[in-house]
């Protein structure tokens, strides 16, 4: 398990690695014993505060994300450690059973893809002047991207995953039909599953 422990604008001292640390190899050993790499940082929030965010990856397919904002570093890591483990223990064996169809799944079932991050003009920050060549107005200017892989997996795998990590929307291939689907947290708190329509040449 690689562990890395940063600290934004304030220092990370020895006391609270070492607090983090072993917090975070009982976690792991409680629960799976194969988390790949854990990222903790922590940032000053405000005046008073300290907001920690803990991603963890589960064997290499599974990330679990948590953050929190308290008086203190120490107890805005303990309760985020307590949502990860939270997290972990809700989904232990569905995690464990989605692992073992993974290792089954052949590679060239997933589908690479690039992830991009967009933003509008006045989120990046640029201006006219600054970037003559980059689409003005409220056009989105890509300001990072990544390379990431759609993969195959049940939709209750999906809903799984995206509650892990937190994300508002996951894209998948279906098993059942081989389709690309999408879920997506909506407004009210419910999930969204959008499901393409067979094409009517393929009915035919």
Do not use: C
């Not at 590679?107 to 933003?119: D, G, P, R």
């Amino acid at each position: 398990m690689e562990l890395a422990i940063h600290g934004k604008q304030m220092d990370v001292g020895d006391a609270l690695r070492t607090h983090v640390t072993t917090k975070l190899e009982e976690i792991n050993s409680k629960y799976f014993n194969r988390a790949i790499d854990i990222t903790v940082t922590f940032a000053p929030e405000g005046h008073a505060f300290i907001k920690t965010h803990v991603s963890l990856r589960v064997g290499k397919d599974i990330l679990v994300t948590a953050q929190s904002i308290e008086p203190d570093a120490y107890t805005s890591f303990d309760v985020t450690a307590e949502k990860i483990a939270k997290q972990l223990r809700r989904y232990k064996r569905r995690l464990r059973d989605h692992h073992e169809r993974m290792e089954q799944t052949p590679e060239t079932e997933m589908i690479k893809a690039t992830a991009y991050v967009l933003a509008t003009q006045e989120l990046s920050g640029k201006t006219e002047e600054e970037e003559d060549d980059i689409p003005h107005g409220e056009d989105p200017v890509i300001v990072a991207e990544q390379p990431m892989q759609i993969q195959r997996m049940s939709v209750s795998d999906a809903v799984m995953r995206m509650d892990l990590s937190g994300n508002s929307a996951i894209l998948f291939r279906n098993p059942r039909n081989n389709h690309l689907n999408m879920i997506y947290r909506r407004a009210d708190g419910n999930i969204g599953w959008v499901e393409p329509e067979e094409l009517a040449s393929a009915a035919e």
